[in-house]
């Protein structure tokens, strides 16, 4: 037990790190893959067109999420249904005027409210759901989300022009009367135009539900919503430079390394990891999101999005690999270590055995997805990945049963139309 409690106490896990410099800006890129997954390509966004920064490329259906713009000068080389892929291409002359044309917004003079704005906001490739999210009170939540993610403090103290840019926009969309700022209760800020609370700063008090429970004293109490800081930079980011959403801030880090850049959206990895000097070797892992949370990558040309918090190196031999088929001992540490007061040992058993019905019964939903558990397990058991997929396939089964209800209903109502018809006919004959 006092091992388990050293564990979680670990250092690493403590989410202040000093780290006060503005972001350095990230490399050029000569070649993007843009997540487009869910969008729409716009007419004419095919293989071999030619791109200009902020050119539409796609259309999300839903009015929360953001279209796709294009961050850079290129040639579309390949378009699948989850990306867009452009190589860098020196622009003729003509690109360069379509590019000098986009027409800039003053999002801090528009006026714009509400559902308008909201619809602005997305026509400039900004996620609206979370930050218009409809509630009496919005927490934004300013910490570092994972252990070794170190961009919130600088957010906070040497970007509070972005900041600030993104509340006064932020004011004109949300349908809260209370914003409240969450910043770790050591983080001595001066920022005047907002309410501030101060909240525990060891991870997994980052975790969104918990930032929650720190500020309110509740559990997931009502009209309550919570965003994250990365949202509100991004708003403001948009607010001051008048154009479309193309880059994001992102913790680039190893062992050795650690940095915080602006990178364009859709960036390689192995771009990225060459231009931080972080040099990666046979064994290691790689890690996009942070290193509790997030998942691991395959290859370098897979890229990042507007959003994703860090990229990680993983050395070989610093943690034991995760077993896939090693079997859970029941040492109860992750039941020790949950903050969601779940049983993980049992949750991914039940996964891991396709028993996924059975983990409605054992609240899957309350898993706040800290990875805790499968930090702490020592059969090095994949917990949070086991988790993660019984969700989904819940989720997958849940989908069918809505489509066949809804299929049900379509026939019923068809059957009903159909009747006096056949009523009709058969009087008639
Ligand atoms: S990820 Fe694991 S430790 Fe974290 S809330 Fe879910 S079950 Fe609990
Ligand atoms: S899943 Fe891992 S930490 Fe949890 S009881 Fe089993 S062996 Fe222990």
């Known amino acids: 037990m006092k091992e388990l409690f050293q564990i979680i106490q670990d250092p690493r896990f403590h989410l202040l790190y000093g780290v006060t410099q503005r972001f350095s800006a990230g490399p050029q890129p000569q070649r993007v893959r843009l997540n487009r997954e869910g969008c729409k390509l716009v007419e004419g966004v095919t293989k071999r067109a030619s791109v200009h920064p902020n050119m539409r490329l796609a259309v999300h259906p839903n009015p929360g999420k953001g279209d796709k713009f294009s961050p850079i000068f290129g040639k579309i080389t390949d378009v699948s249904e989850r990306s867009i892929f452009i190589d860098y291409i020196e622009p003729d002359e003509e690109l360069r005027s379509a590019a000098a044309a986009v027409k800039k917004v003053d999002l801090l003079a528009a006026p714009e409210q509400g559902q308008e704005l909201a619809a602005l906001l997305k026509s400039l490739g900004l996620n609206t759901r979370s ?85 309110t004293g509740k559990e997931n109490p009502k009209d309550v919503g919570i965003v994250g800081l990365h949202n509100l930079w991004s708003l403001g980011h948009v607010a001051r430079t008048g154009l479309p959403l193309t880059e994001t801030v992102v913790t680039l880090g190893s062992l050795e390394h650690s940095g915080n850049y602006i990178v364009y959206d859709g960036s390689l990895i192995g771009d990225l990891l060459e231009f931080a000097h972080i040099p990666l070797h046979t064994g290691d892992t790689l ?53 969601a007061r779940l049983s993980p040992s049992i949750l991914s058993r039940n996964a891991e055995f396709a028993l996924h019905d059975r983990n409605t019964a054992e609240h899957i939903t309350s898993c706040l997805e800290c990875g805790l558990c499968g930090y ?38 068809c059957t009903i139309a159909a009747q006096p018809e056949s009523a009709e006919a058969q009087g008639g004959k």
């Open 131 to 215: 930050l218009g999210q409809d509630c009496s009170t919005l927490i934004i939540n300013g910490l570092n989300p994972d252990p070794g993610v170190t961009w919130a403090e600088p957010m906070l103290l040497a970007h509070q022009e972005t900041i600030r840019a993104g509340l006064k926009v932020l004011r004109r969309l949300s349908p809260a009367n209370r914003i409240i700022l969450a910043v770790p209760k050591e983080l001595n800020l001066h920022l005047t135009d907002i309410e501030i609370a101060h909240v525990p700063a060891h991870y997994p008090a980052s975790i969104n539900a918990l930032v929650v429970k720190a500020v």
């Open 376 to 413: 702490v397990c020592i059969a090095r058991r994949p917990v949070l990945q086991y988790i993660r997929l019984s969700k989904y396939k819940l989720a997958q089964a849940a989908e069918a049963r809505r489509c066949l209800e809804s299929r049900r209903t379509i026939e019923a109502s």
């Open 287 to 339: 890690v996009r999101g942070g290193p509790l949370r997030g998942e691991s990558v395959d290859k370098l040309s897979r890229s990042i999005t507007c959003g994703t918090p860090s990229v990680f190196v993983v050395e070989a031999g610093t943690i034991p690999p995760m077993e896939g088929h090693s079997p859970c001992i029941n040492c109860g540490a992750c039941v020790l270590a949950c903050p």
